[in-house]
């Protein structure tokens, strides 16, 4: 993990990293404040370095965990993935 703040923009899609030094308090609090709209199926509004995001995940999202050593490092990530689906999908079924 690096000491900086770290952003990056696609063309295609959106892509919002934020890396930071931050005290497990503050890490805390960034948990519960995604837990607590995420529990109750609202939509959750994040902000991520200098810009604010809104999600919403459906009911059943894949979930990964992963930790890593090397040496006197240790990361653990958690990642949510799931699909939007569109609304204006139009299947004809004649």
């Known amino acids: 993990m ?17 890396e930071h030094y931050l005290s497990r308090e503050e890490v805390t609090d960034h948990f519960e404040s995604f837990l607590e709209g995420f529990r109750e ?4 509004t994040m902000t991520i370095g200098d810009e604010t995001i809104e999600i919403d995940p459906p009911e059943h999202l894949g979930f990964e965990l992963e930790y890593e050593e090397d040496g006197d490092d ?19 079924s004649s």
Request: without cysteine; hydrophobic residues 25%.
């Open 2 to 18: 690096s000491d900086e703040s770290s952003e990056s923009h696609e063309t295609e899609g959106r892509d919002v990293e934020f």
């Open 41 to 44: 199926g609202e939509t959750v």
């Open 74 to 92: 240790r990361e653990l990530e958690f990642e949510l993935e799931w699909q939007v689906k569109s609304d204006e999908l139009d299947i004809d």
